[in-house]
Every structure is written in C-alpha cells, then in structure tokens.
C-alpha cells in the first residue's frame, strides 16, 4: 500500500503541508497530529535501529578476535544475542508504525495547485467563460421529469420495481438516445481528438478503487461485492467493486508500469455503466434522472510528463465542451476554488450545462488534474529519456467525463423543448437516431 502524497514530503514539510490542505478547507488536525506523531516515533525507532545495528556490527567483529572459551567470548556472545532481540523488536514496532502512518496519509487529500482560487465554499468558484446563449422560451419550461414522462421515455416505477430507488429504465426513443449519445461522444474523441478508445471491466478489485483514491475515503460509496471464502475456507486475495467511473479501470492499466517518455502524452477515452451508493445525499436530487445509483459516461484520461500536464488540462477540458457546443448546448466552464476541489484533484474545471427547467446550472463533467497523487498510489511512472538506466519518475495523471450521458439527455429534453412538449434532437445527433429530428409523444 503506497500513500497518496509523498510520504517524506508529509513528514519533513509539516507546515507547507498544514498550509496547503488549509487552503482546502481541510480541518482533521488530529490525523495531521496523528501522521507528526508517528513519523517522530518512526524517526525515533530508526535512529535506535541504526545505533543497535552498528554495535551489533562492532561487536560480531570483535568475536572474531576473542578466544572462545573464554569467558569474554561468552559475554559477547551474549551481547550479540541481546542486541539481535532488540534489533527484531525495533524491526517490528518500525514495520507497524510505517503502516500506521501509510494507512493516515492515505486519508490526507491533495494539495491544491497554486494557481487554483482560494475560497471558503462552491460559492467561491469562479465562472471562466460561457458558450452559447441561455436559451429563452414564450411558454414556462418544463423539468426533464415532465417532460420524459409526457413523451414515454422515462419509468421510473419500473426501474424501482426492479432496483429500489434511484434506477430508472429508459424506453423506445429514450434508450435510443442515451445509445445514440454514447456513440457520438466516442466517436467524437477518437475521430477528432485523437483519444484511443478502451472496453474496460467494470468489475475491479480493491487495489484499481486504491489506486484513484476511491478507496479508502470512499468505501461507503462504493458497491462492493459479496465475495464468499473457497472451499478450503480461504479468504479471497481481493475484493471485488463495480466501477464507479470509468477513470478507475482505465487509469490503472498502467499501474505498476514504467512508461517509455516518447509514449506521453496517452489519451484514452472509455464508456461504462457508473455505480454509486451516493452514500451521504439522501434528499439531494432525488427527483427525477439527475442523481442515480446507476447511469452511463464516457471518460477521458491522459498520462504525461509534468512539465506539459497544465496545458494537457486545458485540452482534456476543450474536448469536453466539444460535446456540449456540437448538440448547441449553452453551458459555463467553472474553475474549483480550493474548498471544493475533489479529494484527489489539485485542479478542476467543472462543466455546468443549463437546466432551464430547474433555472440552474447544473455540472455535467468534471475535468481534473491530479499532479502525481494518483500515480504515487497506482506507482505509474515514465522514464524521461531514452537511457535504460535513467530513474523512472511519476507521470501526472488527469481525467474528465467526456460526458455524463444521462445529465447529457436531461440538458437536451430541456434546453431543446418546444410548447407541445416535443423535443427537438441535436443535428449533430440524428445519424445516430436513424434521421430523427424529434421526439414525440
């Protein structure tokens, strides 16, 4: 198990530490007292370790020169023996301290970069631009729900029926356009922008949720599943999670790798099925299609070097709103200030795509940079030049949804809706929807 920010770094730079995550709005400094106090007991048993293994040193060379059956030979023997006891003991209470300390750095979030906005809360964000124009209606708009019903596309009774709350099945031209969508958002990012397209397993084990930092932060959020013991009555070697966001899976194909500097930047992009307990919104848009245990994305994912990783944020954030300006939706880029940056982000840009049926802007897409927090957790490194024997370092790693297809679907029921509640369907859309140009009950 490897932390998410530098260990040493932690340990040696307390206070840069203390001032960074401050700018987070970061307030547990009993587990930044915690990860002081164990380092300086780790310090501690490593300075007694060193001195005990040093006169174990001393002392095995002096045996060499002492006549064994005397009586000395027998004290220092015995010295021996004493300090190869106290050198295990400190062994032992040096391996449990380091997974203490290992186990609360990994519940520290990353630090903001310095060019991310100082703020209190998500009010405190700052709007960089916007696309499009609000669009404006002769008649009062109506929310997604109504207007899904009203065309057939939506059942929410079935879909509890089925899973509980929060599934919704979608029917007829609604599951055609959630189709069409994931369609056109691939072929969009690997046609024009270049990204690889992947099928990943939405299944994945522990260590993939540990290596984006689902895991531990975000056990209660996570579907975990039931995994009985063997025959023999033998544990499993892992866990088993549904993917959460397909940034899990695809980051973690280089994990543990050293990759080749003349491969960077890699781009890919991926759907898959999303699964969220959504542990902690109880009450928070539990209407309609907004917030559901299980919806679809297409995610974006770069590795690269560094030095490039800020320019690489704004063109992963660019081939976001391609999306958005190709179906005419009117949408605002967003950047976090520092409190409300997610757990493993040092820099964000939300996407909020108007809502005109809840008079709201609502985020569509979250495009974040994560330095080397992630990379450090899942070990993915580069080695910067071509020599063999150059020290591979940690890439940077950054992602985004490319998009959300069910907010993607919301936005355009309600930003293409006319009077008699029809539904006009993106141009950019209809090769995908067979020539439809509308939806109608």
Same mark, same amino acid.
């Given at each position: 198990?490897?932390?998410?920010?530098?260990?040493?770094?932690?340990?040696?730079?307390?206070?840069?530490?203390?001032?960074?995550?401050?700018?987070? !709005?970061?307030?547990?400094?009993?587990?930044?007292?915690?990860?002081?106090?164990?380092?300086?007991?780790? /310090?501690?048993?490593?300075?007694?370790?060193?001195?005990?293994? #040093?006169? /174990?040193?001393? *002392?095995?060379?002096?045996?060499?020169? *002492?006549? &064994?059956?005397?009586?000395?030979?027998?004290?220092? /023997? #015995?010295?021996?023996?004493?300090?190869?006891?106290?050198?295990?003991?400190?062994?032992?209470?040096?391996? #449990?301290?380091?997974?203490?300390?290992?186990?609360?750095?990994?519940?520290?979030?990353?630090?903001?970069?310095?060019?991310?906005?100082?703020?209190?809360?998500?009010?405190?964000?700052?709007?960089?631009?916007?696309?499009?124009? &609000?669009?404006?209606?002769?008649?009062?708009?109506?929310?997604?729900?109504?207007?899904?019903?009203?065309?057939?596309?939506?059942?929410?009774?079935?879909?509890?029926?089925?899973? !509980?709350?929060?599934?919704?099945?979608?029917?007829?031209?609604?599951?055609?356009?959630?189709?069409?969508?994931?369609?056109?958002?691939?072929?969009?990012?690997? !046609?024009?922008?270049?990204?690889?397209? *992947?099928?990943?397993?939405?299944?994945?084990?522990?260590?993939?949720?540990?290596?984006?930092?689902?895991?531990?932060?975000?056990?209660?959020?996570?579907?975990?599943?039931?995994?009985?013991?063997?025959?023999?009555?033998?544990?499993?070697?892992?866990?088993?999670?549904?993917?959460?966001?397909?940034?899990?899976?695809?980051? @973690?194909?280089?994990?543990?790798?050293?990759?080749?500097?003349?491969?960077?930047?890699?781009?890919?992009?991926?759907?898959?099925?999303?699964?969220? /307990?959504?542990?902690?919104?109880?009450?928070?848009?539990?209407?309609?299609?907004?917030?559901?245990?299980?919806?679809? &994305?297409?995610?974006?994912?770069?590795?690269?070097?560094?030095?490039?990783?800020?320019?690489?944020?704004?063109?992963?954030?660019?081939?976001?709103?391609?999306?958005?300006?190709?179906?005419?939706?009117?949408?605002?880029?967003?950047?976090?200030? !520092?409190?409300?940056?997610?757990?493993?982000?040092?820099?964000?840009?939300?996407?909020?795509?108007?809502?005109?049926?809840?008079?709201?802007?609502?985020?569509?897409?979250?495009?974040?940079?994560?330095?080397?927090?992630?990379?450090?957790?899942?070990?993915?490194?580069?080695?910067?030049?071509?020599?063999? &024997?150059?020290?591979?370092?940690?890439?940077?790693?950054? @992602?985004?949804?490319?998009?959300?297809?069910?907010?993607?679907?919301?936005?355009?029921?309600?930003?293409?809706?006319?009077?008699?509640?029809?539904?006009?369907?993106?141009?950019?859309?209809?090769?995908?929807?067979?020539?439809?140009?509308?939806?109608? #009950?």
């Amino acid at each position: 198990m490897r932390p998410m920010l530098d260990l040493r770094y932690v340990t040696d730079q307390p206070d840069a530490v203390r001032e960074g995550l401050a700018r987070r !709005g970061f307030k547990d400094t009993k587990l930044l007292d915690d990860v002081a106090t164990l380092a300086r007991k780790r /310090r501690e048993v490593q300075a007694a370790l060193d001195q005990d293994r #040093a006169e /174990r040193n001393q *002392v095995s060379a002096s045996l060499a020169k *002492v006549d &064994k059956a005397s009586a000395e030979f027998e004290a220092t /023997r #015995a010295r021996m023996k004493e300090l190869g006891g106290k050198i295990s003991g400190a062994e032992e209470t040096m391996r #449990a301290t380091e997974a203490e300390l290992e186990d609360k750095v990994l519940f520290l979030p990353n630090i903001p970069h310095a060019s991310v906005p100082n703020g209190a809360s998500e009010a405190d964000n700052v709007e960089r631009r916007t696309w499009g124009t &609000k669009p404006s209606f002769a008649f009062k708009p109506k929310d997604h729900v109504d207007l899904g019903t009203a065309l057939g596309i939506f059942d929410f009774e079935r879909g509890t029926k089925i899973s !509980g709350a929060r599934f919704t099945v979608l029917r007829g031209a609604g599951a055609r356009l959630e189709r069409a969508l994931m369609q056109f958002m691939l072929d969009l990012h690997t !046609g024009e922008h270049g990204y690889t397209e *992947v099928w990943p397993p939405v299944i994945i084990k522990d260590s993939a949720m540990r290596g984006t930092s689902q895991l531990p932060k975000f056990k209660d959020d996570a579907f975990r599943i039931a995994m009985e013991p063997d025959a023999e009555g033998k544990a499993p070697p892992f866990e088993w999670y549904l993917a959460p966001t397909a940034e899990v899976p695809v980051t @973690n194909l280089h994990a543990d790798e050293v990759i080749e500097a003349s491969a960077l930047p890699i781009t890919y992009t991926a759907y898959t099925p999303c699964f969220r /307990r959504e542990a902690g919104s109880y009450g928070k848009d539990t209407r309609g299609f907004i917030r559901q245990h299980q919806f679809d &994305k297409v995610e974006l994912v770069r590795f690269t070097r560094p030095e490039t990783a800020e320019a690489e944020l704004e063109a992963l954030t660019s081939h976001a709103e391609a999306v958005l300006q190709r179906l005419g939706l009117h949408y605002r880029v967003v950047e976090l200030c !520092g409190a409300d940056l997610g757990f493993a982000s040092q820099k964000t840009y939300d996407l909020e795509v108007w809502l005109p049926g809840q008079d709201a802007y609502r985020e569509i897409s979250s495009c974040s940079w994560f330095g080397e927090f992630q990379a450090r957790r899942a070990k993915i490194r580069y080695r910067p030049d071509a020599n063999p &024997k150059t020290k591979p370092q940690l890439a940077h790693t950054l @992602n985004g949804s490319g998009l959300a297809i069910g907010r993607t679907l919301v936005a355009i029921l309600e930003q293409c809706q006319t009077a008699d509640g029809t539904v006009i369907v993106p141009e950019a859309l209809r090769p995908y929807m067979a020539g439809m140009t509308e939806l109608r #009950a």
